[in-house]
T-cell receptor
Framework: NAGVTQTPKFQVLKTGQSMTLQCAQD?????MYWYRQDPGMGLRLIYY???????DKGEVPNGYNVSRLNKREFSLRLESAAPSQTSVYFC????????????????FGPGTRLTVL | GEDVEQSLFLSVREGDSSVINCTYT??????LYWYKQEPGAGLQLLTY?????DMKQDQRLTVLLNKKDKHLSLRIADTQTGDSAIYFC????????????FGAGTQVVVTP
């Protein structure tokens, strides 16, 4: 089992270009997440999908869109990249019911390192 | 991660104990987690503690929880060079539907 895979691993864009970051999981989990990681700021949630067919905004959604293509795949799109979107992007899936009083473990992909010039 | 606070850096000598501290704000969090991120990799769950526990021990790892002060700590005994990484604490508030709120991460550097 590959777990959570992300493509590409590295990407350099020019301001205004668009691209889609791909994420796939073979763990059969319902919920998936996109985070960005910036130095000194930890991980911030961009969007999440509690189940196939649903998506919701997280803490920092501006400038991004997502698609939950099926249970396995959750993509993140930058329509017009900006230098402020230079970051490391992580996708994750959740083992657990997502209930507040339950154990919820997130599994992370290896990340995509994006630079916007 | 503004609601979860951690110190950003810890230097420790190989063989010593490391203690990483974290404060959180949401008392509704039933579980609290510690994740480890090695260089160039994603995060991996290291350990967790249920909120009705004060302490949890797992081999070289000891988690202490003070609910009154909303303080969480991770102690690594006999720290090894392979423990060099960034450590994140995270809370999952009751109404968050599985979403995690992360601290900024503590970079641990182990020196020989």
């Amino acid at each position: 089992n590959a777990g959570v895979t992300q493509t590409p691993k590295f990407q350099v864009l020019k301001t205004g270009q668009s691209m889609t970051l791909q994420c796939a999981q073979d763990m059969n989990h319902n919920s998936m997440y996109w985070y960005r990681q910036d130095p000194g700021m930890g991980l911030r949630l961009i969007y999440y999908s509690a189940s196939e067919g649903t998506t919701d905004k997280g803490e920092v959604p501006n400038g991004y869109n997502v698609s939950r293509l099926n249970k396995r795949e959750f993509s993140l799109r930058l329509e017009s990249a900006a230098p402020s979107q230079t970051s490391v992007y992580f996708c994750a899936c959740l083992r657990g019911l997502g209930l507040g009083n339950s154990y919820n473990e997130q599994f992370f992909g290896p990340g995509t390192r994006l630079t916007v010039l | 991660g503004e609601d979860v606070e951690q110190s950003l850096f810890l230097s420790v000598r190989e063989g010593d104990s490391s203690v990483i501290n974290c404060t959180y704000t949401d008392s509704s969090s039933t579980y609290l987690y510690w994740y480890k991120q090695e260089p160039g990799a994603g995060l991996q769950l290291l350990t967790y503690i249920f909120s009705n526990m004060d302490m949890k021990q797992d081999q070289r790892l000891t988690v202490l929880l003070n609910k009154k002060d909303k303080h969480l700590s991770l102690r690594i005994a006999d720290t090894q060079t392979g423990d060099s990484a960034i450590y994140f604490c995270a809370e999952s508030p009751f109404d968050s539907w599985g979403k995690l709120q992360f601290g900024a991460g503590t970079q641990v550097v182990v020196t020989p």
